[in-house]
């Protein structure tokens, strides 16, 4: 049986984005799934084939001299997830010859056999790179042309969420990977664009925001919505990373203060959600007085995973950790559900937890997300893969609106002189590379293979030409402007001391007519 769902085409080309001629687009909801492995102890359970010995005939086979089998060892889970290529995996196939298994699981159903079809699939042997590249890399397109990005990882408890996120020292997940190549990014444009980037780590638990970099605030954050920032977190810590090196310093400090328990379903289990959030300002060095600013937001959530109580065989606290964290993954579900159903426009319930109210402009307002499903293969997990597979098939129908964060705005007459400071030191820099590229160009070479070499210098001559004449351009606007004032300022004060003038001469004259009505 084949799930509803059609195939979108790659993961990170934004195939089904639509432009409605108004500056903005439609994006559907970008969804992929990773099978983690099987762990070391449900390895141990899988069933084994028979295997044959060799101590000769026993008395059962004498006349045949066949070799005797040891019997196949019970089995106590088998594998319930099975990938077919890089989009399309089956839940709950039947065995190789046909019988049907035992029944486990609530709904006392074996043998569903459903193929669901997503934009990626990865399988067990699949590498943090390979996730990153599928899911979140073409995310930074969006980021530096500036449009909002998100990236979540949802799924059931020790499924692999925090790991495919957070990854380990030796194996970096989704974070690094991502900072790692955006300061590369920001580096190779240095020299066209002045940059800035802010992050914040936050997490929510018990339905209490709080900073992670910032633990001596132990009172809990309100949230803020507003349709030009959207929604905000209130008394929230910003910080300003110079590099890739720094932002894994943050995250080791914010990771060490996020709340984390051992469960009878996961040795490390995350009892919050964590929410990252990257904020990337762009405008032109070589701009005049009027400047595009571009904006964007990346966020990077690991949310908490869903967990039965009669599996984890929690109490106290850790039982009210987990009814908050279903509490919120439901409120979670039935905005994926409301948002599916576009035929009655249903009501979508961001406010019934903390956690829906920070992805509502993910879910369905200006940003271009990636939901990164983790599912266990394990047919202990049973019930929570086939739900988390049948929520993910549903929110590959969910599309977002999204649009480029650019203002514009003008330099004060105030701001000429500094403006016109930098572009000089930019045009001096400019001559400095010039000087040194005309005498890499200048050097006479004695091998023929160095003429390839004089022939870059040459581009990189032209180059720089183009770039010193892009920059003095906003200073000549500039100093026209600032020119074009000056006069506009002189015609005024010519003006306003001729009104002046004829207002002295009328007063005068005024008076005069009074007093020689008066003597008469």
Known sequence: MLSSGALRGPANSHADEKT?????SEAAILVAVRVRPFSAQERAQLPRPPQPTHFGPTARNLSTYEDTETPASAPTLRKVVHTIDDHVLVFDPPAEDGTRQSTVGA???RNKDIRFVFDRVYGEESTQQEVYEGTTRGLLDSVMGGYNATVFAYGATGCGKTYTISGSPEDPGVIFLTMRELFERISAAEDERSVDVRLSYLEVYNETIRDLLAPENVQGLALREDAQQGVTVAGLSEHVPSGVDQVLELMERGNANRTMSATEANAVSSRSHAVLQVHVRQRPKASG???DVTTATLSIIDLA??????????SGTRLREGANINRSLLALANCINALCDARTKRHVPYRDSK?????KFSLGGNCRTVMITCVSPASTFYEETHNTLKYANRAKNITTKVVRNTRTSEVHVAQYQARLREQSEEIRRLQRELAAARGAKGRVVA???EVRRQTQAAQVVQDIRNRVARAYAPIRDAQWQCTSNAAVARWFSHHASALRGWREQFETLFQEQHVQ???R
């Not at 956690?355 to 992805?359: F, G, I, Y």
Request: proline share 3%; charged share 25%.
């Open 355 to 359: 956690l829906t109210r920070l992805l």
């Open 107 to 109: 709904s006392n159903r």
């Open 305 to 314: 995973g869903s967990e039965r109580a009669t599996v984890a065989r929690n």
């Open 289 to 291: 007085l009027q400047t």
């Open 517 to 519: 009505g008066d003597e």
């Open 447 to 449: 091998q023929p293979a």
């Open 20 to 24: 409605n001629g108004k500056g903005s």
